[in-house]
Every structure is written in structure tokens, then in C-alpha cells.
């Protein structure tokens, strides 16, 4: 029998955090978003509140949560400000996930329990400057020299990777074995790492309270333990961990459509025009509606896509068509937000227009839209 009821923990979490972002970001917004400023204090709260780690056992000092449950935490902060929930979501998805899938119990126990707080974040380091669609363009490299990995290149656009409590990344890097055979590695450094240099990027034009970064590795040597996983398993470990990432990002393109249609619905019923709300008229009522059904739409399609990962079934598929519906869905509904406004929705005093530009990301990070039709249609046995 099908049940679409949510369980009362995911409607307990989904209060936390909504009335969290109500009370806590939404007043903060607009101001750290047009000064360009990361918020440490805000990240601390959410760790309080064990918004990082959620889906973590508590022996690692996670909460031990379903996917679910992490989804609707991200999905209700995207609903406020896509800059915060851009640090929950890469930090949980990019940052703790794959050390807590594929790190030893010795990584395990020496990184996961600070990076469960809200004190200490941590990123993945992929993109470069000339590889992003094309993850196997990496240029990066690191060499094995007397039980050290020494690591040389550059990442770009990177999450969560030079604020002060940036603790280290993961990053992919090509092995060349004894053979001559390239391979793809991942390996942890942590911040303070001679040889490791991490520069905030400024000037974006969404997420502006987020930490974005460009990181420089020259001569980086770091124990040959730091290895995540074993050799050559990095494309696996990049692959499995943007599965999971996509839902993450699909929850900021759910919660960035909710928002947006709600600032919509409200505005739309108290501006005035020929004498009479708005929202009374067809044209008005009818965006507002297709906004409404396309948010079920997604709603529906990102929910299962996590039921199936929590219930240990496949969900590669569905989790490419979530990441790519809602983060279409949110540019639509965005777009449309900002018609219903009209000349006040592209005014900065008004929320519509950061949403606007904060939903744009979505359809290009972790796997741009075509990239998730390519990965869809090989899925169908194209």
C-alpha cells in the first residue's frame, strides 16, 4: 500500500528548520547576501541544531537521520536563502559523505565527530579551471615519493573551501602507476598544509554568502595514508558521491521554487491593480497555479528518489532526473516570481530577485542540465 504521509520525525525536522530560517536567516539575508559575507555564526547554529552530519551514526557524532530527513533540512533552508543551504548541503554531501562511505574507521573517527558540529567544514575539490563536465580533464596530479602523496595543480569554484573553520578537502588527483596507467585518487589534505593555498572568489552573482573558492596545491605532501579509498578508485568515489550530491542540489531547487512561489502568492494577493487583487486575475491565477502543481511535481519525483536510496535500492536514475526537474522547475518558477512583481521584482528590496539569481547555480553545479540527460538516457539504455 502506498503511503505518502511523512513519518513525525520528518514533519518535527521540517518545523526545526523552517522556523530556524524564519526567525534566524530571513532577517540577515538580503544584508550578508549584498555584502558578500559568510556567516560563521549562522553555521555554527545549524551545527546546534545537527543540521550537519543529519544522516551520520552517532557514534561518528551524526544524528543518525534518513535521507529524507537531510533533504527536507536543505529543502526548507533553500526556502529562505540558497546561500546557507548551499554550506549545509556541499558540506554534508561533497564534504562528510564521502569520508564516511569510503574512509577507514581511523578517518572516520578523526575527522566525522568535528565536522558533525558546525565548527569545522570541510570540501570536495573536482572542478578545475579546464575540467567540469569533463571530470576525467583533471590536471591535478599526486605522486607517491617516500610514503608522502605529493599533490600539484588547482581546483576552481569549490564550496566550503577557504573560510577559517574550512578544516581541509578531498581532492581528485591522477595517479600514474608503476605500469605508466593513469588512475584517479582521492586523497585528504587538510587546510593548514604547507603548500596549500585557498583564495575566496567574490564577485558571484548567487550565493554570495556562501564560501566559494579556487584552491592551489604546489608541492602539497601529505601522509600516504590520506588516501580515501584505495588506488584508482577515485572516479568511483566521485561518481557515488555526486549521486547523493544531486539530491542535495534538487532540495535547493525544490525549496528555491517554494519560496519564490509563496513570496508570489502573497504579493499577489495584496498588489492592486484596475481595483481589485492581482491575484484575482486569470493570467495571475493561472501562473500561480502551474507554479503550485510543477512544485508537487517535484516534490513527488525528489522524495522518491530518497526513499529509494534509504530503502539500499538502486537510485542513480532518479536521482539525475530529481537534480535536473527541480533545478528546471526553479528557474521557471523563479522567472515567473519575478513577472508576477513585476518592475518591483527586479529591485534588490525585494526577495524575489535574490531567488532569482540564486537558482541559477542549479542547473549548471554538480552536473549541468545536460550532463543529467546524458547520464539519464544512458540509464534507459540509450
Known sequence: MMNFDLSEEHNMVRNMVREFAEREIKPVARELDEKEVFSYELTKRMGDLGLFGMYIPEEYGGQGTDTLSYIIAVEELAR???????TLAAHNSLG????????????????????????ALWSF??????????????????????????????????????SEISKGCTVQAIFEDEHGKKQFNTIIVESETAGFRRVPMHGKMMWR????????????RV?????????????????????????????????????????????????????????????IAFKLADMAMKIELARN?????????????????????????????AREVADEAV????????????????????????????????????????????
Not at 584508482?232 to 542535495?248: E, H, N, P, V, W
Request: charged share 20%; aromatic share 8%; hydrophobic share 35%.
Open 96 to 119: 562528510i559523505g564521502p569520508l564516511y562511505q569510503f574512509g577507514t574507521p581511523e578517518q572516520k573517527k578523526k575527522y566525522l565527530p568535528q565536522l558533525c558540529t558546525g565548527e
Open 301 to 329: 519525483l525528489l522524495y522518491k528518489a530518497c526513499w529509494l536510496k534509504d530503502q539500499g535500492r538502486p537510485y542513480g536514475k532518479e536521482a539525475a532526473m530529481s537534480k535536473l526537474y527541480c533545478s528546471e522547475i
Open 339 to 382: 513577472q508576477i512583481h513585476g518592475g518591483y521584482g527586479l529591485m534588490k528590496e525585494y526577495d524575489v530577485e535574490r531567488f532569482y539569481r540564486d537558482q541559477r547555480l542549479l542547473q549548471i553545479g554538480e552536473g549541468t542540465s545536460e550532463i543529467q540527460r546524458l547520464v539519464i538516457s544512458r540509464l534507459i539504455g540509450c
Open 223 to 283: 601522509p600516504k595514508e590520506n588516501l580515501l579509498g584505495s588506488v584508482g578508485q577515485g572516479s568511483k568515489i566521485m561518481l557515488t558521491t555526486l549521486d547523493a550530491g544531486r539530491l542535495s542540489i534538487a532540495a535547493m531547487g525544490l525549496g528555491a521554487a517554494q519560496g519564490a512561489y509563496e513570496l508570489s502568492l502573497a504579493y499577489a494577493k495584496e498588489r492592486k491593480q484596475f481595483g481589485q487583487p492581482i491575484s484575482s486575475f486569470q493570467a
Open 80 to 86: 529562505v536563502d540558497g546561500s546557507q543551504a548551499a
Open 209 to 220: 554568502a556562501s564560501d566559494t573558492s579556487e584552491l592551489f596545491f604546489d608541492d602539497v
Open 125 to 162: 575539490g573536482l572542478t578545475e579551471p579546464n575540467a567540469g563536465s569533463d571530470s576525467r580533464g583533471s590536471k591535478t596530479t599526486a605522486v607517491l615519493v617516500n610514503d608522502e602523496w605529493v599533490i600539484n595543480g588547482s581546483k576552481i569554484f569549490i564550496t566550503n573551501g577557504a
